[in-house]
C-alpha cells in the first residue's frame, strides 16, 4: 500500500487525511501538503463514504480522499496555497473542494499531460459552493 510522508519534524498546521489504502494520488497530495511543512494524520479506512457523509460533502462535490485541518474540512486535490489562504482568512464556511480529479491539481500531475484549469470551490454551512480559487 502506497504510504504518507513522515511529517513527524513538520512545524506546521496539522492535518487529518482520510483515504483507502490503495490510492496513489493521495499519497503525492500528502507530499504536496508535507512540502509545505503540514503534519499529517494519515487514516487508511474502507469507510470513505460514511467519512464524507459526516464532514458534509455532497456526492456530486466529492473526490479521492477527505481532510480535516483547523476545524475546516479539504475535499479532493485542494493546493497548499488555497489552505493556507484559508487558514490565515478564517471565513465561516465549512471548508474547500475540489470535486473530481483535474488533471494537474496537486497529486494528479502527469508529466507531458498538460494542466487542466480548475477551481477550488468554497462550501457553505449550508451546502451552496462558491469559487475560492481559480488555477
Do not use: N
Not at 487558514?87 to 464556511?93: H, M, Q, S
Not at 508529466?111 to 451546502?127: L, P, Q, S, W, Y
Request: hydrophobic residues 35%.
Amino acid at each position: 500500500p502506497e504510504t504518507m510522508p513522515d511529517t513527524t519534524h513538520a512545524s506546521g498546521p496539522q492535518i487529518t487525511v482520510y483515504r483507502s489504502a490503495s490510492c496513489g494520488c493521495c499519497t503525492q497530495w500528502g507530499e504536496h501538503l508535507a512540502t509545505a511543512g503540514f503534519r499529517i494524520d494519515d487514516q487508511v479506512t474502507e469507510a470513505m463514504a460514511g467519512v464524507k457523509e459526516r464532514q458534509g460533502i455532497a456526492p456530486e462535490t466529492s473526490s479521492c480522499h477527505t481532510a480535516v485541518v483547523e476545524g475546516y474540512v479539504i475535499e479532493g486535490h485542494v493546493p497548499v496555497a488555497s489552505i493556507q489562504r484559508l487558514l490565515t482568512e478564517r471565513p465561516a464556511i465549512r471548508g474547500l473542494v475540489v470535486p473530481g480529479m483535474p488533471m494537474g491539481s496537486p497529486g494528479m500531475e502527469v508529466r507531458g499531460v498538460d494542466a487542466e484549469r480548475f477551481d477550488v470551490m468554497a462550501i457553505a454551512h449550508d451546502g451552496s459552493l462558491s469559487v475560492f480559487d481559480r488555477y
